[in-house]
């Protein structure tokens, strides 16, 4: 990678998707309900794209695939703030389209075969871990609620952890869904009830 443009982000993520809690990909690598479709979004605390400042970006990825992520023939979008100058854009577009390599958009990218984007827009973003929400109107939204303990009614404080460091994010605070749509282009879906995950991250080539 002599050629390619250094970089580094930390953000806080929040991912959803169509699995149930926990989302089983993160366990046998295979969506619970024989598709996946999911909406990726993040809030840059610090980060850098060669000499590109990039701290304050938004950005959403929206993406389908007909079955289990590694198999492939998936269908993206991506969304960048239109508070953004474009070297931002182009830097973080440049990251998450897998072209600056590094974990996990590298990853990612190879399994895509259709993408739009960037998109730019306005994005309206509140992280606040388990109750994290996210929207672009008229055209996607998710707000996440904590799990809850089905016999108290309690909420429910789940963790996953990759003790040796998962490929997305390294502990993800669990939580379901209350509302979770998209409806753009070819990709069009609606998964409330469903999977809820906030994490921080940090990622590099």
């Known amino acids: 990678m002599p050629d390619q443009t250094k970089y580094r982000v930390k953000a806080n993520y929040i991912e959803v998707c169509n699995c ?5 990909c993160n366990f046998g690598g295979f969506p619970d309900h024989g598709t996946c479709e999911a909406l990726a979004a993040m809030l840059i605390n610090e980060g850098t794209f060669g000499e590109v400042d990039l ?3 938004k950005a959403i990825v929206a993406v389908k695939w007909p079955g289990a992520i590694h198999d492939g023939e998936g269908t993206a ?4 703030d ?4 474009q070297n931002q854009v182009d830097g973080l577009a440049t990251i998450l389209t897998g072209q600056a390599g590094g974990m996990p958009w590298e990853i990612l990218a190879s399994t895509i075969s259709s993408a739009v984007g960037p998109v730019v ?3 309206q973003m509140t992280m606040n871990g388990r109750n994290s929400h996210f929207s672009i109107e008229g055209i ?19 963790h996953i952890v990759f003790p ?9 605070d669990i939580a ?16 409330r009830g469903q999977s809820g995950t906030f994490a921080s991250v940090d990622w590099s080539n």
């Open 20 to 24: 149930d809690p926990g989302c089983n």
């Open 55 to 57: 701290a304050g970006m």
């Open 77 to 80: 979008v991506l969304f960048i």
């Open 82 to 85: 239109d508070s953004a100058n």
């Open 121 to 123: 827009t306005p994005i």
């Open 140 to 158: 996607l939204e998710a707000q996440m609620v904590p799990l809850k303990n089905p016999v108290t009614g309690e909420e429910n404080e789940v």
């Open 164 to 172: 040796n460091g998962g490929m997305v994010w390294n502990d993800g």
């Open 176 to 191: 379901t869904t209350s509302v979770m749509h998209i409806e753009h282009e070819e990709i069009t879906f609606d998964h």
